[in-house]
């Protein structure tokens, strides 16, 4: 079956680094993405990995690991521009090639 | 400036009545999906279109309606037969399989 989990919520600080879990069950994996999405707004693309290893992008970087289904987006230099929710997506053979959400966690930094 | 439109922003409807949620791109992409978001929960993939004149049920396309008639165009229809119509509804589209660009949304309420 499919599966995405990511945290529900995570509350970090203003100037400092969090990490965003995301695991993932598919039937066939062929890609991830993260999504920032402000409430009431639509996503926008962070990040895409498809291959192991780290994507850096910024002050956002993304990491993979294919082999335990796993993936992480790590933000530096929090700014409270960045309280949102973060979308973890897995792109799945099995389902047509169509993206599949995980719930999202909702960030929110503090001053 | 390229991008993806959703009109209306908010829409009303009564019990028993049909509406068309409007959504146009300029960006050339030739895939369009519509997703569907409730709260705690992730983005669901109502119908998508990899080309004009072709279009496919998602993962729960009971109740609502499509048609890919321009490439620009990708009009959504929730129908009556819908029984939990109230949701935040999200059109994007994509190059291929690259990442996928998101509307505004449009919030829909069913009175």
């Known amino acids: 079956g499919q599966n995405i989990d990511q945290p529900t919520e995570m509350t970090a600080t203003e100037g400092a680094i969090v990490q965003i879990n995301c695991t993932y069950q598919?039937?066939?994996?062929?890609?991830l993405f993260w999504y920032q999405q402000h409430a009431g707004e639509a996503p926008t693309f962070l990040s895409y990995n498809v291959l192991d290893g780290l994507e850096e992008k910024g002050r956002f970087s993304s990491f993979l690991s294919r082999s335990k289904g796993y993936s992480y987006l790590l933000l530096k230099e929090l700014q409270m521009k960045d309280s949102a929710s973060y979308l973890c997506?897995?792109?799945?053979?099995?389902?047509?090639?169509?993206?599949?959400f995980g719930k999202g966690t909702k960030l929110s930094v503090k001053p | 400036d390229g991008g993806i439109t959703q009109s209306p922003k908010y829409l009303f409807r009564k019990e028993g009545q049909n509406v068309t949620l409007s959504c146009e791109q300029n960006l050339n992409h030739d895939a369009m999906y519509w997703y569907r978001q409730d709260p705690g929960q992730g983005l669901r993939l109502i119908y998508y279109s990899q080309i004009v004149n072709d279009f496919q049920k998602g993962d729960i396309a009971e109740g609502y309606s499509v048609s890919r008639e321009k490439k620009e165009s990708f009009p959504l229809t929730v129908t009556s037969a819908q029984k939990n119509p109230t949701a935040f509804y999200l059109c994007?589209?994509?190059?291929?399989?690259?990442?996928?660009?998101f509307g505004p949304g449009t919030r829909l309420t069913v009175l």
């Open positions: 994007a589209s994509s190059v291929g399989d690259d990442e996928q660009f």
């Open positions: 997506a897995v792109r799945d053979v099995g389902s047509q090639g169509n993206l599949i």
């Open positions: 598919t039937s066939g994996f062929n890609g």
